[in-house]
């Protein structure tokens, strides 16, 4: 059994390496081939400290190739990934150090507890005596596990191995984290509960790199994305700049004061106006062009003395967005 120490004891936080002050996770000109495939195709962006970079795509897009190259798991053909200015190819032991890799699914480990788990992995980093015991301390805690210290891995539940696996990532203070795929097979609770955790990480100065499918997630919990599809990166912003980029027509709702019927006509003369549909008080309709746009039908609107209640853009989710920016393709 492994002693935790006194649980009263002072608790430890993590504190991230302040060194460096430039970009914290750095992909320069990335290239992987497996023969003729390209996996991950000329890619490049940064990640500033204390953001969360959400690297969505399809499966086979890349994403865990670029991932596993910037953990120093695997080599590029081409370019190069950086951890704090340190380069993944030439300097994988530092870079190492640095880091935390929490993979989409890890292996059991039979007749193995939560705290023999995370000590071999501790002891594994180089951590001793009591600097490995307050790691430990303050891992099990941050990750809600400290009740479930002598309980074996194998009956845990999803979401509690998810943690166990991320409390593996952080068991060394890094300043960075990959998490590939956190949330798969997560339900709403733990997905809720991850999220939560993932924001504090952030708020304490680590910067992260998270891939997952549940682009929901992604949007509430990221500064910044990027869609990579069949190995190229088609986009990096923010969900606000994705959505400013990629508008070349806007969906508006209006709801109207009386009779549709003139709100109607006044649509159907404008060119830029199309796919008008009515449902009792309110009318959706697409606008093709700028924002000016929008505007200009408000006026016609009023002009033709439409009583306008509630005229607004149908926000766009993530999924929206990863649908116009994609196109499907896989390699």
Known sequence: ???????????????PHLSWQGPMIELQSLTRLFGTTRAVDNVSFLVPRGSVFGYIGPNGAGKTTSMRI?????L?????????GLSSVNDPDRVRRRLGFMPDSFGSYSDTNCAEYLDFFARSNGLIGRERTRRMRWVMDFTGLRSMADKPITGLSKGMRQRLCLGRALIHDPSVLILDEPAAGLDPRARIELRHIIRSLAADGKTILISSHILSELAEMCDRVGIIEQGRLLAD??????????????????????????AIDVLSELDFVSDVIQAEHTLRFRITGDRRRQTEVLHRLCDARVSVLEYRLIDESLEDLFL????????
Do not use: C, W, Y
């Open 70 to 74: 910037l953990a120093t798991l695997e």
């Open 76 to 84: 590029p053909t081409s370019g190069d990934a950086f951890v704090e």
């Open 1 to 15: 059994m492994i002693e935790l120490a006194n649980p009263t004891a002072e608790t430890v936080t993590a504190t």
């Open 237 to 262: 912003d923010t969900v606000a700049g994705l959505k400013n980029r990629s508008q070349t027509h806007r969906d508006l709702i209006a709801v109207i004061d009386g009779e549709l019927t003139p």
């Open 324 to 331: 116009k920016v994609t196109s499907g393709r896989v390699q």
